[in-house]
């Protein structure tokens, strides 16, 4: 088992950054990947960002490639992901997940364990 707790959301002016934190325990040795995903009401969950294990691969969707960037602290287990030039339309609950299958994926599938979540709101 492993769990994950999410924080760092809150409510921002479009342009602005915040930074969203994911701190993960239990069985994290066998952690393969790790990554964010978002989810709006009506929507499916949406793929933002993933790494691998030891950081050495990153992926990114689209839609924030050039403003998010993820990163890890291997000491502390703790998953980062660094938001700037925030848009309206990132306005999302952030949720972070493992895999225990596959190093950095964008399928959502193929996670194993997941977050509750933690709300970010951009206003233009």
């Known amino acids: 088992q492993v769990q994950l707790v999410e924080s760092g959301g809150g409510s921002v002016q479009a342009g602005d950054s915040l930074r969203l934190s994911c701190r993960y325990s239990?069985?994290?040795?066998?952690?393969?990947?790790l990554g964010w995903f978002r989810q709006t009401p009506g929507k499916e969950r949406e793929f933002v960002a993933a790494?691998?294990?030891?950081?050495?691969?990153?992926t990114y969707a689209d839609a924030v490639k050039g403003r998010f960037t993820v990163s890890r602290d291997n000491v502390a287990d703790i998953l980062f992901l660094q938001m700037n030039s925030l848009k309206p339309e990132d306005t999302a609950d952030y949720v972070c997940?493992?895999?225990?299958?596959?190093?950095?994926?964008?399928?959502?599938?193929?996670?194993?364990?997941w977050g509750r979540g933690t709300p970010v709101t951009v206003s233009s």
């Open positions: 239990g069985r994290t040795l066998r952690i393969s990947g």
């Open positions: 997940a493992v895999s225990l299958r596959a190093p950095g994926t964008e399928i959502a599938a193929l996670y194993d364990y």
């Open positions: 790494m691998t294990r030891n950081g050495g691969e990153t």
